[in-house]
């Protein structure tokens, strides 16, 4: 690829870690059409600034950095109501479907405009700060939501962003949390970053365990984290009346709606895409330990492996969390 051209508000970035996303790897199979060839991906992304075009006052070659996934314009209406990840003229880093078409960030370098770009604190390494993106993904969505202490709050799917909306939670003073996710290992995971129950749900109805959890009544919130009909009706089936779910998922385009349970409970639905404004506060809380991302990384290994690894992910059941690539 040639070097990426540089604009005057553009800044170049040698990017040092790069995260391969679920997203990416159902890209690299063909089956949600957002990713069509040629198209370099990668989103999750940090490193350090090599050049700046002419008009970029606020950055020096060396800073280490990282960037928003969405590329957003900053005058349309969406971005002047702070809705940066809803931007009429939005574009996504390694992303092309028929809306936009940007590359991304599993190489040597990437052009960023400087509005999507933020300081790293010195001790930061890159591999974590890789991961900002994703917790950035979790603060939007529980920020959307807006549960309670005291609330009862479920989450299908403990994945990357499942297991790390259950640490904002946490962060936030949630004190029961339950977490709904067929893989082993991953519940473990939920438990130790504060969920109060785990379930299995392939040992029964996913609905019935959480009414059992919560006398009957169901959870107050419910983040839905996979993106399938199944897991959808589960969401649906498991909040109380007049409760929320919050559909983070994003797998399936369609998915079936169970609508007079919606219509009947009075159910509260809530989308939540990407993040608006929440870099500052993920860097933040990963810069304090607030959110641990490090037991998240299963892997760091050259870009040159990448395919390999995209091709170990995309096998079922291979274990695998977060891979970091670094060029």
Known sequence: M?????????????????GICGSDVHGYDGSTG???????MGHEAAGE????????????????????????????????????NLCTNRRVLGVSCGDYRRHGAFAEFVSVPDRILHRLPPAMPFEHAALIEA??????????????????????????????IIQVLRHRGCKRTIAIEIDERRRALAARFGASATIQPASGSVAGEVRRLTDSRGADHVFEVVGHSGTVGDAVASVRRGGTVTLVGNLAPH???????????????????????????????????????????SAVAPLAEGAAWFSRLHTPNGGLMKVILRP
Do not use: N
């Not at 709606?257 to 860097?283: D, F, K, N, R």
């Open 49 to 84: 600034v090599e050049r700046t075009g002419r008009g970029v006052l606020g950055f020096d070659r060396g800073d280490r950095v990282t960037f928003d996934s969405t590329v957003w314009c900053g005058t349309c209406e969406y971005c002047a109501r702070g809705a940066s």
């Open 255 to 297: 998915v079936d709606l169970p609508l007079q349970a919606v219509v009947t409970g009075e159910l509260t639905l809530l989308g939540s895409c990407a993040s608006s404004g929440e870099y500052p506060e993920a860097i933040d809380l990963v810069a304090r330990g607030e959110i641990d991302v490090a037991p998240l990384i």
């Open 135 to 164: 917790v950035s993904v979790a603060v939007h969505a529980v920020k959307r939501a807006a549960p309670r202490p005291d609330d009862t709050v479920a989450v299908i799917g403990c994945g990357m962003i499942g297991l790390l």
């Open 2 to 18: 040639p070097l990426p051209a540089l604009a005057d508000d553009e800044v170049l970035v040698r990017v040092r870690a790069c």
């Open 34 to 40: 957002r990713r069509i060839p040629p198209l370099v």
